[in-house]
């Protein structure tokens, strides 16, 4: 059992940075990923960007260059730094922890959400 919180959101002008913190208790897997999705108003949910145990980091196209995901594995935290942002990155971000089991990635946990909006 494993519980995801998220904190950082909030209201930015474009141009500006955010960022967002997720720490996770419980049991955690050895191979496991943690990552940030967002879905906005009238969209499906996305992956944004996530990182393993091991330090290996997936980003979306659109984002690239743009955010900056780390993570903490003593203390069992990621992060998204997310710089000059705009209109389109207005979203509710949640957190995500995926395990690699039996040959596949699966889906341990998410986040309450977290708004993010982007607006002058």
């Known amino acids: 059992q494993v519980q995801l919180v998220e904190s950082g959101g909030g209201l930015v002008q474009p141009g500006g940075s955010l960022r967002l913190s997720c720490a996770a208790s419980?049991?955690?897997?050895?191979?496991?990923?943690m990552g940030w999705y967002r879905q906005a108003s009238g969209k499906q949910r996305e992956l944004v960007a996530d990182?393993?145990?091991?330090?290996?980091?997936n980003y979306a196209d659109s984002v690239k260059g743009q955010f900056i995901i780390t993570r903490d594995n003593v203390k069992n935290t990621v992060s998204l730094q997310m710089n000059n942002l705009k209109p389109e990155d207005t979203a509710v971000y949640y957190c995500?922890?995926?395990?690699?089991?039996?040959?596949?990635?699966?889906?341990?946990?998410w986040g309450q959400g977290t708004q993010v909006t982007v607006s002058s």
């Open positions: 995500n922890l995926s395990s690699y089991k039996l040959g596949r990635w699966r889906s341990d946990a």
């Open positions: 419980g049991s955690i897997f050895s191979i496991n990923a």
């Open positions: 990182i393993t145990n091991g330090g290996s980091t």
